[in-house]
């Protein structure tokens, strides 16, 4: 169902008799494996949206477009009795433009989609004094995308480390230390909608350091 920007965005249309109400079709199928110590899902998926609405900036043309994603997706985890747990999560897909008003464009990458992405988190549970602690981190990976429909504009992949520390001092309190984006890694999410070519964008946080307490009572 529509939502405000696209009242706001593609109101002429709207008022013309065009519902604004985008069709989808997803289907999907998996596979699911657990044992005590380790689990694996794997989920194939495919999908097609049509009516999709696409405007550079208020007032512009509508881009009306469907776009199809055909991929895998996998979550396995594995915990020792160690302590030691480690959890991969990871999507494969190959999305197209099927159908648009400029035909040069039919067949291009749906835009911001990766054609891969994962995430990998190791922790490790041990004890230190008095308190249970847990050493964790993240690596988030995400391939390279493009920023518009006419696939003209990439937007590079990057990878990106996360680690922190739990303590649970007492049953009721609770501290965390956590460093997001170790390496100070640069990465853009998604381009300048307006224009593609425009050296803005929304950006991954550099280097932010976290300290939190909990009480529980």
Do not use: C
Not at 15 to 27: M, P
Not at 154 to 163: A, I, M, P, R, S
């Amino acid at each position: 169902m529509p939502h405000f920007d696209d009242f706001r965005d593609n109101f002429d249309a709207f008022t013309a008799g065009d519902k604004l109400i985008k069709e989808v079709s997803q289907y999907e199928l998996g596979y699911k494996w657990a044992e005590r110590n380790h689990s694996v899902y794997i989920t194939g998926f495919y999908n097609e949206v049509e009516g999709e609405v696409f405007v550079t900036r208020p007032g512009a043309p509508a881009e009306i477009l469907t776009t199809k994603a055909l991929g895998v997706e996998v979550d396995a985890n594995y915990m020792a009795n160690n302590g030691f747990m480690l959890n991969l999560n990871a999507t494969l897909q190959d999305t197209e433009i099927s159908n648009h008003p400029d035909p040069l464009v039919i067949g291009n990458q749906a835009m911001r989609q990766p054609k891969w992405q994962l995430r990998l988190t190791p922790s490790y549970g041990f004890a230190l004094a008095n308190m249970d602690a847990t050493l964790y981190g993240t690596v988030s990976s995400v391939s390279d995308r493009y920023g518009d429909n006419a696939n003209t504009v990439t937007l590079t992949g990057y990878t990106k480390l996360d680690v922190g520390l739990q303590l649970d001092v007492t049953d009721n309190l609770t501290a965390q230390f956590a460093v997001a984006n170790l390496t100070d890694k640069a990465g853009v999410t998604e381009g300048d909608p307006r224009n593609p070519a425009a050296p803005n964008g929304r950006y991954i946080m550099p280097r932010t350091l976290d300290l939190s307490v909990t009480y529980r009572f």
